[in-house]
């Protein structure tokens, strides 16, 4: 019987006289068993100390945390970064933020949707939990993926903080998977992402199940949800409509950011900070323009329409900030959950890398990342220093003051990235960055390095995901420099690289983690 590749990397590692052994590359120390290692930056950690505590002394209470998630935007797609008017499609909004803060050229996500954002709310890799893809209609999970885990709202809760979602979820929709189940105190938004909604209500692009109804019978048997809720952490569950066309669906986003904007103003009256996670459903296909705002876009195409849409929606949440009189005790981040779903083309996004998402190429997992907080992040900052989404967790985190919470039974893979973000010459604590497909572990970022061991190839123009295969490299693990090649496109290796084996031992040195805590398995 084979053996799974994980076990494979998690048992080269027992033989090696050291179980946490890393490479001589690698500048990162690790201070507890279950913490990933970082890299030390002590007197940028105490400038940025003596900077919040006087912002919050001048407050009178710890910093709102804002996320603004878009669903399936490409790197390449706002202007920022190269996009936006390039290609039909303005972001002046994302781009006077991101010239106003830090724009982060190295932000990883993971390679679908489900995966990053329970990463992103747990600080720790999907492997870990189970959550290695979306949950779609008909899974039948076999645990709850949420059991055992502390949500990043659940220790914001205990710490003082309002916490509210407002969008897309896609982490689970059974009882006790709900966010309001979670740790937030509200939910307001969808379950699922658009598709699975469109894919009910469409006749033009699916017309084998919209006009069979026998077919979408048994579909909607399977369970998917199309409302929209309103959640709360007492119990209580409302639902204030279906979505029943596309003009529905069209307009959903809009009805999302009206209630951020109200819940901004309501939320900033209050003595407790707040956590807000702002989760978009566009640009995920399939998109449909908002009948106020259809050809907004010099391109015209529902995908450009919907950039405009939500790049505007994101200007209406941050003059709600400003507008409150909070925007200066605010972190507002903005990003991506994964690169373009190229398989809905043209219905996708754009990315300068190979690959798209469901891959682990830069195309799949590197995406937009803009720091804003006026008055705490120097404007125009750029910096490649490496980041993971997951790093907003244990950011977060940090800015509540409740480092202490964190659990200490499990493997936390998330880094506290708050003294690189503030500091106005702030450097990354971050050494790597690993890429898991599923349970697979494919690749790791180091520096400037990202070596391979797993890779996927599409088979036809566009189809990371339909039509894709998954492919041991060979003789030798794929090595690029990402400075001299961020297309990936040819291995510098054993030609013109030192640094082949020290990646491997790094890779090797994180599979030994999964020895004293190993992965749930869900189901999935």
């Known amino acids: 019987m084979k053996a799974s590749p994980l076990l494979a990397l998690v048992l080269v590692p027992l033989l090696l006289p050291s179980l946490s052994a890393q490479s001589a590359l690698n500048r990162s120390i690790r201070t507890a068993e279950n913490m990933e290692p970082s890299i030390p930056r002590p007197e940028?950690?105490?400038?940025?100390?003596?900077?919040?505590?006087?912002?919050?002394?001048?407050?009178?209470?710890?910093?709102n945390v804002v996320w603004l998630l878009v669903d399936d935007m490409g790197f390449g797609d706002?202007?920022?970064?190269?996009?936006?008017?390039?290609?039909?499609?303005?972001?002046?909004?994302?781009?006077?933020?991101?010239a106003q803060g830090l724009r982060l050229t190295s932000c990883y996500s993971q390679n679908t949707c489900t995966p990053t954002r329970s990463a992103m709310l747990t600080g720790r890799l999907p492997v870990r939990t189970?959550?290695?893809?979306?949950?779609?209609?008909?899974?039948?999970?076999?645990?709850?993926p949420w059991d055992g885990e502390t949500s990043l709202p659940?220790?914001?809760?205990?710490?003082?903080?309002?916490?509210?979602?407002?969008?897309?979820?896609?982490?689970?929709?059974a009882k006790g998977m709900r966010p309001h189940e979670v740790g937030f105190d509200e939910y307001y938004?969808?379950?699922?992402?658009?598709?699975?909604?469109s894919q009910a209500v469409d006749p033009a692009r699916y017309p084998d199940l919209v006009l069979d109804p026998e077919k979408l019978a048994r579909y909607e048997k399977m369970g998917e949800d199309h409302?929209?809720?309103?959640?709360?952490?007492?119990?209580?569950?409302d639902v204030i409509s279906d979505i029943k066309s596309t003009e529905d669906m069209a307009r959903a986003d809009k009805v999302l950011t009206d209630f951020s904007v109200t819940k901004v103003k309501e939320l900033a009256k209050s003595d407790k900070p707040f956590f807000l996670m702002h989760a978009f459903m566009k640009v995920h296909t399939d998109n449909y323009a908002h009948p106020d705002f259809k050809g907004m876009s010099a391109s015209k195409y529902p995908y450009k329409d919907a950039m405009c849409e939500v790049d505007m929606e994101i200007g209406m949440i941050v003059k709600a900030l400003e507008e409150a009189g909070t925007l200066e005790n605010t972190l507002v981040f903005i990003t991506s959950d994964n690169g373009p779903q190229m398989d809905g083309w043209p219905d996708a996004g754009y990315t300068p890398f190979r690959g798209a998402k469901g891959t682990t190429w830069e195309g799949g997992v590197r995406v937009p990342g803009i720091a804003y907080w006026k008055g705490m992040i120097a404007p125009g900052r750029v910096s490649d220093e490496v980041f993971d989404l997951m790093d907003l967790f244990n950011t977060a985190v940090h800015l509540a003051g409740a480092d202490d919470k964190l659990p200490k039974d499990r493997y936390i893979d998330g880094i506290d990235q708050t003294s690189f973000l503030l500091h106005d010459e702030g450097l990354g604590k971050r050494e790597c960055v690993f890429f898991w497909w599923k349970s697979d572990l494919m690749a790791v970022r180091m520096r400037e390095y990202k070596e391979h061991v797993k890779v996927i190839l599409p088979h036809s123009t566009f189809m990371h995901i339909d039509m894709a295969t998954v492919n041991d490299v060979g003789t030798a693990p794929w090595l690029f420099n990402l400075y001299i090649d961020p297309k990936e496109e040819l291995p510098v290796g054993h030609r013109m690289n030192a640094w082949l084996a020290s990646l491997g031992a790094d890779m090797a040195a994180h599979a030994a983690t999964f020895r004293k805590y190993p992965p749930k398995k869900v189901g999935l």
């Open 44 to 63: 940028q950690d105490k400038a940025v100390a003596e900077k919040l505590a006087a912002l919050e002394k001048k407050t009178g209470k710890k910093p």
């Open 78 to 98: 706002p202007g920022c970064y190269g996009g936006g008017k390039a290609i039909g499609a303005d972001t002046p909004h994302m781009d006077r933020l991101a």
């Open 130 to 144: 189970g959550l290695t893809r979306p949950i779609l209609a008909g899974d039948k999970l076999t645990v709850n």
């Open 154 to 173: 659940k220790i914001l809760g205990e710490s003082g903080y309002n916490t509210l979602l407002v969008g897309k979820w896609h982490i689970g929709s």
């Open 189 to 197: 938004g969808y379950y699922g992402a658009q598709k699975e909604t």
């Open 227 to 237: 409302s929209l809720v309103h959640g709360f952490k007492d119990g209580k569950l």
